[in-house]
């Protein structure tokens, strides 16, 4: 079964790092990109970022360089979002996505993982 | 970064045609996409590349796009398909995008 299975709930504080997983399963991993894409409580959908799981090549959004690092471990079909330095507005569902072959554009959607920041 | 400009909200009655529109600067040269996100789920890709439908999508769900607007059409909206609707796409230089988001309500 083709799916992204994200790991779960975090609650943190702020100043704190996160790291939240993706792990791929049904299709090649190394054949596609993993985005990023996270959603604050009652927002819209806010693009975070892309990682090649081919040759980890990144490219992040603007507003967050500096505090986002997402990496690949093919050995495990798995991707990871870190997150450095969080603040109350962080506090988001944070959805992992496939990038698709043809276009650039999400296919396939983790569940995603609620990351809760507060002191 | 860059704008897509959806209205906020979008409401008819079942079997009526809802049409959700985007806005960009980019749209003339760029793909629209839309997803689909049900309240607590994630979303769901349902248009792509302007007017493509995804295999498992009905058909009532259709896509076009003129200038610097897509519309993403509803034929005959049903109850099950209230949710929150975005559009995406990318800027002129790769930079990807999405609208504010639409709630459709359907009743």
């Known amino acids: 079964q083709v799916q992204l299975v994200q790991s779960g709930a975090e609650v943190k504080k702020p100043g704190a790092s996160v790291k939240v997983s993706c792990k791929a399963s049904?299709?090649?991993?190394?054949?596609?990109?993993i985005s990023w894409v996270r959603q604050a409580p009652g927002q819209g959908l806010e693009w975070m970022g892309w990682?090649?799981?081919?040759?980890?090549?990144?490219n992040y959004a603007q507003k967050l360089q500096g505090r986002v690092t997402m990496t690949t471990d093919t050995s495990t079909s798995t991707a990871y979002m870190e997150l450095r330095s969080l603040r109350s507005d962080d506090t988001a569902v944070f959805y992992c996505?496939?990038?698709?072959?043809?276009?650039?554009?999400?296919?396939?959607w983790g569940r995603g993982t609620l990351v809760t920041v507060s002191s | 970064s860059y704008e897509l400009t959806q209205p906020p909200s979008v409401s008819v009655s079942p079997g009526q045609t809802a049409r959700i529109t985007c806005s960009g600067d980019?749209?003339?040269?760029?793909?629209a996409y839309w997803y689909q996100q049900k309240s607590g789920q994630a979303p769901v890709l349902v248009i792509y590349?302007?007017?493509k439908r995804p295999s498992g999508i009905p058909e009532r769900f259709s896509g076009s796009s003129s200038g610097t607007m897509a519309t993403l059409t509803i034929s005959g909206a049903q109850v099950e398909d209230e949710a929150d609707y975005y559009c995406?796409?990318?800027?002129?230089?790769?930079?990807?995008?999405f609208g504010g988001g639409t709630k459709l309500t359907v009743l």
């Open positions: 996505a496939r990038v698709a072959v043809t276009g650039w554009y999400f296919d396939l």
């Open positions: 049904g299709y090649t991993f190394t054949s596609y990109g």
């Open positions: 990682i090649s799981a081919y040759n980890g090549n990144t």
């Open positions: 980019a749209l003339p040269k760029k793909y």
């Open positions: 590349e302007d007017s």
């Open positions: 995406y796409s990318t800027d002129s230089s790769g930079n990807p995008s």
